[in-house]
Nanobody, 125 residues
């Protein structure tokens, strides 16, 4: 049984930083790419970025490129999303997900088969 639990969300002012974590239970964490998605009220779920199984390559969506950083610690079965220079439009529920394969090029929801419940990030102006 694979379970993903996000933590670290909260309220932050525009320009601030926040780090969210995703702890993954179950075996073979290090065999799979991990992704982050977000969904704002009234909007579709949006891809944020993904990291290769070994952390060797990371792929970011354009809206977050240069501001967000994804990392992983395979010894701790945890993936992180460091968010800097936050903007009000970054306000959303942030989800981590485990990809069906090892590569960071998985950017569609259908490329993932296990999801966390999300953690809310709110950026005030």
């Amino acid at each position: 049984q694979v379970q993903l639990v996000e933590s670290g969300g909260g309220l932050v002012q525009a320009g601030g930083s926040l780090r969210v974590s995703c702890a993954v239970s179950g075996r073979s964490f290090s065999d799979y790419a991990m992704g982050w998605f977000r969904q704002a009220p009234g909007k579709e779920r949006e891809f944020v970025g993904a990291i290769r199984w070994n952390g060797g390559s990371i792929y970011y969506a354009d809206p977050v490129k240069g501001r967000f950083t994804i990392s992983r610690d395979n010894a701790k079965n945890t993936v992180y999303l460091q968010m800097n220079s936050l903007k009000p439009e970054d306000t959303a529920n942030y989800y981590c997900a485990r990809a069906k394969g090892p590569w960071e090029t998985a950017y569609k929801s259908d490329d993932y088969n296990f999801w966390g419940r999300g953690t809310q990030v709110t950026v005030s102006s």
